[in-house]
């Protein structure tokens, strides 16, 4: 039997413990579950970085340096992630990443299990394009995932011809929303796209519910552990993502995720301890290269449905649901036909920024 521990680096307190203790959760139940397994047993330790960038750090190399730790399995937000891979690269270890992220990374010691622009924002736009929308709001976490997210949206939104009415970023964890929902208000959109997390993100749905009429929602990141705290103030809204609670029909219901329903952020970690458990017991060790090169590029079923690791960029390919929030709960209105597979740096599905013409192209010249 392989004997091996991990580290579960996931902030369960702070500015969205809410996202943290779900995703935990998921993690925990995979570990139990392998338990029973003759092959491989898992020894999870458990930090709380609180949402702290200083912390992830310090806590990362910690578990790295002290406990002699390759694996993590954590992360909600890009900062977090982007604090620990310089830590990662120091000491060699693979971090899963569980969460949707906001593209134009590919790092060799990452495994992106949650989604990329291609497989989450970009069919989300797309559908409120199809669906005739004209004048849209955007709104995010003033940090990359919401920089970048809305900037996304903005280009794609331009390019088809919606008008961009305003963009607002607020604080993480602020919630005063007032001043973005008069302006929302103000503008007369016909659609908001939301990109904030956290409590932030709670209090906005909230405010917005007021609105009459409200202009229609979405967000890429909306998830059962969001709407435990917003209710029925987000009915209507659209997400995207590939697991929802209600008809994603893949194991993991009635999962308790300590109090609270199974999210995609609480089945991504779940599958993230069973793809590294499979792994290791392929590879015959815990080896970060040789753990990787056992569970790339092939094809697994798991709850989120048929996946596969890109051996390049080390993104997964992943099926996207869109579901509409309806009294407290998702109901998925579309499910895609086949697992999308992923392009973080938006190459094959279409540039993220407008292309130069020929005469506003840089150009380099040799001179000898």
């Known amino acids: 039997m392989h004997k091996v521990d991990i580290g579960l680096v996931f902030s369960t307190t702070g500015p969205y413990g809410a996202l943290g203790r779900n995703a935990l959760a998921g993690a925990q139940l995979a570990i139990r579950e392998l338990a029973a397994d003759d092959a491989v047993r ?3 330790h458990h930090v709380d970085p609180q949402g702290r960038p200083e912390l992830y750090r310090s806590m990362t190399a910690e578990l790295l340096a002290e406990r002699g730790i390759r694996h993590l399995v954590g ?3 890009s900062w977090s992630r982007k604090d620990m891979i310089p830590v990662l690269e120091r000491y060699g270890a693979l971090l899963w990443y569980p969460c949707p992220y906001e593209g134009f990374e590919a790092n060799d010691h990452v495994v992106y299990l949650g989604g990329c622009p291609n497989q989450h924002l970009l069919p ?4 409120m394009i199809a669906a005739g929308h004209r004048r849209a709001f ?3 976490s003033d940090y990359v995932w919401g920089w970048e997210t809305l900037r996304i949206a903005r280009e794609r939104l331009s390019a088809a011809g919606v008008e961009i009415m305003g963009e607002q970023h607020i604080l993480l964890g602020d919630r005063d929303c007032a001043e973005a929902v008069t302006r929302i208000a103000e503008t007369g959109c016909d659609l908001v796209v939301n990109s904030l997390i956290g409590p932030s993100n709670h209090a906005f749905v909230r405010a917005m519910a007021r609105l009459t009429p409200r202009p229609q929602l979405v967000s890429a990141n909306q998830t059962e552990a969001d709407l435990d705290e917003m209710g029925a103030s987000a009915d209507g809204m659209l ?13 993991l219901r009635g999962a308790e995720a300590g109090g609270a329903r199974a999210s995609c952020f609480f089945a991504t970690s779940y599958v993230a301890i069973h793809l590294l458990a499979q792994a290791i017991r392929s590879a ?3 080896h970060p290269i040789r ?19 890109d051996p390049g960029n080390r993104h997964t390919e992943l099926t996207p649901r869109i579901a509409v929030a309806q009294g407290g709960r998702f109901d998925v209105v579309e499910t895609f036909a086949a697992p999308v597979p992923p392009d973080p740096y938006l190459i094959q ?15 380099l010249r040799l001179v000898e």
């Open 75 to 77: 992360g909600i937000t």
């Open 239 to 251: 997400s995207i993502a590939p697991w929802f609670d209600a008809g994603s029909g893949e194991g």
């Open 138 to 140: 955007l709104i995010g």
């Open 291 to 309: 753990v990787f090169d056992a569970i790339k590029d092939r094809r697994l079923d798991t709850v989120l449905g048929p996946l596969r690791i």
């Open 349 to 363: 599905t279409g540039q993220a920024r407008t292309p130069l013409a020929p005469a506003d192209r840089p150009s």
């Open 42 to 44: 898992i020894d999870a």
């Open 124 to 127: 989300l736009l797309d559908r």
């Open 284 to 286: 015959g060790d815990d």
